[in-house]
């Protein structure tokens, strides 16, 4: 059973505008929509009139039972007669956060021959809608310093708390091969809750580009902490 | 308007199989009985004082399945 501090943290993360309470005993899930055998509440909705008369009831039994967000707001506005605007996005879904990315890895550069490298790197990315990030990209590795802006395309998978992006980058290698860089980036990212992601991605940066040439090859693992701004 | 204050109740907890014992015992049209119960702030929320607003919708809910 969630404790009331449980509550305040994930009400927090979700930006819920409605008290969330913690039946501790069970005592009112039992009376209202019912327990499983295993002393869990049943998931169910139940809507009283102000004269304290129950006025719909329902309870699930399986997860494909219970009303989704716009049934039950459609089955509000039947019950009580009321009326309001559809379900709008309030910000608080991960992929309308911006990120704060840290991302470790390893690969190869070619600065004469191939040689192995370890990279570390911070990138910021602020949501454009649904299908783009912008933001600035830090990385420095055994043979770089770089610092470059990112643009991101992304299509959501998993509903919208995953999605494949495919990115362009450029700026300026500061250390090592020294002058401009371009590069092309792709990754998997998955948000695992509403304030923290995952993302698997690969990276190509050829540095030095109007003199010798140093391309590199990346693959990093990374977390992401997702940032409500709006 | 949409005026119905949201109630969720939460019971969380992971099993594999839900072998449902329904006990409740409200009905439609029946007198909702009276609860109070802490919310996440500490506060304790009353069926009646949210009545007094307006319609309520309560929303039982599980964290797993």
Known sequence: MDSPADSLGFAADYGLQFPLLSDKDGAVSRTYAGVSSDSYTLPGITMIRPDGRVAFRQVASSKDDRLSAAELIATVDRTFGTSGPAIASTGYAADDRLQLRLDVGGGASHGGAWSGTAVGALTGLVPLGRHVLLGPRVAFDTHEATFDGLVMARAPIFGAAGALELGVLGGYTAWGPSGANVGATADLWFALTPTFSLQLGATFVDHDLGGARVPELLATLGVARLIQFR | ?65
Request: net charge negative.
């Open chain 2, 1 to 65: 308007m949409r005026s119905a204050a949201l109630l969720a109740l939460a019971g969380s907890g992971c099993l594999a199989a839900l072998h449902v014992t329904t006990t409740a015992t409200v009905t439609t049209d029946a007198t909702a009985p009276a609860f109070a119960l802490p919310s996440q702030d500490g506060h304790v929320v009353s069926l009646a004082s949210e009545l007094a607003h307006g319609p309520v919708v309560l929303v039982f809910y599980r964290g797993y399945w």
